[in-house]
C-alpha cells in the first residue's frame, strides 16, 4: 500500500457553507458510506474513493452504526483508512455517526432511549478509531421514547467530549422544532438536520422544514440528492447496469424505473443537456440553490463520479426558466419510494 499524502491544492476546489447560524464549514458536496463500503466490496477501491475526496476538498463523510452490511462495517472500514492514511489529517475531517435505526433484535440497539443512543457512540468511536465524532445523529425520531430523554442523551454526547456537535436525521419537522428548542436550552444548539431532498423528493419544501431550518439557525445536509442514481443518465434507457446500486441493493428495486420515471429523467436529461452539463450534475445544483442546503450529501461508488459530480459546482446558477422547467418534471414521488 502506497503512503497517501493529501493533495496540496485541495481547497482550491469546493464551496464551503456555514451550517446555519454555526462557525463550522462544511463543503458543498459531502460523501456518504451508506453503500458499497460495506465487507462486500474491495477494500483498496472503497479507499481510493475515500482519499480521492479528501483530496477533492471533500473534508466531511457521513456515517452510520447501521452502514455495510454487516452493519458497522463502513465505520469498521473507514477506521482502518483513518489509521492508514488519514491520521495526520484528523483536524481536518468532519466524520459524523448516528444511531437509532435498528441495527439487530435487541430493545439496546434501536430507537432513541440514552442506553442506545450512548452504547452506540462508544461502538462507533472504538470501530473508527478516534476518540470523537464532530457531528452525532439520532437516525430517525423514535415516538416511544420521550424526546427530553433522546436530546438529553445527545446533550451528554457532547459534555463528555465524544461529538463536537449534534443533529437529527429524518424527524418530522414539528419534531424537530421541538429538538431545536430543548438542545437550545441546554446549551447545544442543534447544527444540522439531515432530511431526503432531491429532484424527486420534494418534502422538505412542503413539510416546512427549509423554513424552520433558516427560522431556527440549522443547517440542512441533504442525502440522497441525486435520488440514489436515478437523477444521473445511468437508468434513462430503462436498463440496469450490472454494476449500478439498482441491480443489487435493497433500497433500490428495477420496478422503479417505471415509465413514468423513464419520461420525467429523460425530461431532466434534455434540460441538462440545454444546459451544457448533466443530468446528475443538474440535479446537484438543483439541491444546492437553496441556501438553507448547506451540503448535498452524496455517494459513489467510483472516483470518476466524484470528479463528474464535484465538476457540477463549475456551472452557472440555475435561472428561473431553468426552475420552472424543473418543476414540470421535479414532482415529488417520483420513482423514489417514500
Ligand atoms: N439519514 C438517513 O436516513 C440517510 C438515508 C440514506 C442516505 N443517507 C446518507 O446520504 C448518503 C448519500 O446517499 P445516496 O448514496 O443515496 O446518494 P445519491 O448521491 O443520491 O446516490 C449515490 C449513488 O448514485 C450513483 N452515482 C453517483 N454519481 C453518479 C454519476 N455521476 N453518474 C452515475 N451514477 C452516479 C452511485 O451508485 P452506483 O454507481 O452504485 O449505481 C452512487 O453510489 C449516504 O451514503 C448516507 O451517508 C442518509
Redesign the pocket.
Known sequence: MTIYRANDERYQRLEYRRAGGSGLALPALS???????GADYPFERQREIVLHAFDLGITHF???NR?GPPHRAAEQFFGRVLRADLAPYRDELILTT?AG?PIGPSPYLRGGSRKSLLASLDHSLRDLGTEYVDIF?H??FDPSTPLDETVGALVSAVQQGKALYVGV??YPTDRAREAAALLRSAGVPLLVH?P?Y?IFDRTPETSGLLDLASAEGFGLVA????????????YLDGAV?P????AA?A?LKPEQLDDVYRERAAALNKIAHDRGQ?L??LALQWVLRRPEITT???????T???D??VAALDFPPLTDEDLARIDQYGIHGTAQRS
Open positions: 460523501l456518504g458510506l451508506w453503500q458499497k463500503f457521513d456515517n452510520a452502514y448516528k435505526n445523529y437516525h430517525r436525521s429524518n439531515q431526503r432531491s442525502y440522497s440528492p441525486l435520488a440514489q442514481g436515478l437523477l444521473t443518465d445511468k447496469p454494476d449500478a446500486r439498482a441493493s433500497f448533466s446528475a450534475q448535498a450529501l452524496i455517494g459513489a461508488s467510483s470518476g463520479q466524484l463528474h459530480n
